[in-house]
């Protein structure tokens, strides 16, 4: 069994800044990319950020040059550091790890509970 745990939302002013952190725990043999989606409400959900187990990253053009995204590998941990947050950017954010699993050597796609940040203006 694999748990994804999530951290760190809240409520902040616009201009602020939060950090989202996700651990995975459970029966992990190998993670592969890592990444956040999140989802306002009424929209689907949208791509923030990937970052592969090499450490390259990707993001979405609406947070380029504000977010970063990072990994601790030894801890299976995936971090989103939120700075000059905007109104726009208030939605639930999900952490999204591709890992194996360890009792049957498969690819899952596993994902977190979803943690809120709401950004006010």
């Known amino acids: 069994q694999v748990q994804l745990v999530e951290s760190g939302g809240g409520l902040v002013q616009a201009g602020g800044s939060l950090t989202l952190s996700c651990v995975a725990s459970?029966?992990?043999?190998?993670?592969?990319?890592m990444g956040w989606y999140r989802q306002a409400p009424g929209k689907q959900r949208e791509l923030v950020a990937t970052?592969?187990?090499?450490?390259?990253?990707n993001y979405a053009d609406s947070v380029k040059g504000r977010f970063t995204i990072s990994r601790d590998n030894a801890k299976n941990a995936v971090f989103l550091q939120m700075n000059s947050l905007k109104p726009e950017d208030t939605a639930v954010y999900y952490c999204?790890?591709?890992?194996?699993?360890?009792?049957?050597?498969?690819?899952?796609?596993?994902w977190g509970q979803g943690t809120q940040v709401t950004v006010s203006s």
């Open positions: 999204n790890v591709g890992l194996v699993y360890r009792l049957d050597s498969r690819l899952y796609d596993s």
């Open positions: 459970g029966n992990i043999l190998r993670i592969n990319a």
């Open positions: 970052i592969t187990s090499g450490g390259s990253t």
